[in-house]
Nanobody, 115 residues
Framework: QVQLVESGGGLVQAGGSLTLSCTAS????????MAWFRQTPGKEREFVAGISRGGGTRRYTESVKGRFTISRDNAKDTVYLRMDSLKREDTAVYYC????????WGQGTQVIVSL
C-alpha cells in the first residue's frame, strides 16, 4: 500500500509563507493527478489545490487563489504547495492525495497561522 508523507508544516505568522511537500513510499505520483486537501477539527476535509499528471493544469479552491501555488516534480515523485500571504483561516492539517482521492490518507502536516 502506498504511504503518503506530508512535511513542511509549522507555526507561521499571518502574512508569512510556507512550502509543503508530499512524497510517497512508492513511485505512484507520476501516473496520477494529485491534490492538496486540508481539515480542521470537527469539519470535513476540503479540496485546496490540484495538479494534472504533467503539471500543466492547476486548479484551486477560491479562497486560496492568488496565494497558493501547487507544483510537482515527477522525477522526484514529489508534490509541493507554496503558500503565501497566509491567513488565520488557513490553519489546518494539510494532506495530499491523488485527485480524486484514492490512496490511503497520510498523517498530514499541521499548519498554524498566528497573529
Amino acid at each position: 500500500q502506498v504511504q503518503l508523507v506530508e512535511s513542511g508544516g509549522g507555526l507561521v505568522q499571518a502574512g508569512g509563507s510556507l512550502t509543503l511537500s508530499c512524497t510517497a513510499s512508492e513511485r505512484a505520483f507520476v501516473r496520477r493527478p494529485m491534490a492538496w486537501f486540508r481539515q480542521t477539527p470537527g469539519k470535513e476535509r476540503e479540496f485546496v489545490a490540484g495538479i494534472s499528471r504533467g503539471g500543466g493544469t492547476r486548479r484551486y479552491t477560491e479562497s486560496v487563489k492568488g496565494r497558493f501555488t501547487i507544483s510537482r516534480d515527477n522525477a522526484k515523485d514529489t508534490v509541493y504547495l507554496r503558500m503565501d500571504s497566509l491567513k488565520r483561516e488557513d490553519t489546518a492539517v494539510y494532506y495530499c492525495n491523488a485527485d480524486p482521492a484514492s490512496l490511503a490518507w497520510g498523517q498530514g502536516t499541521q499548519v498554524i497561522v498566528s497573529l
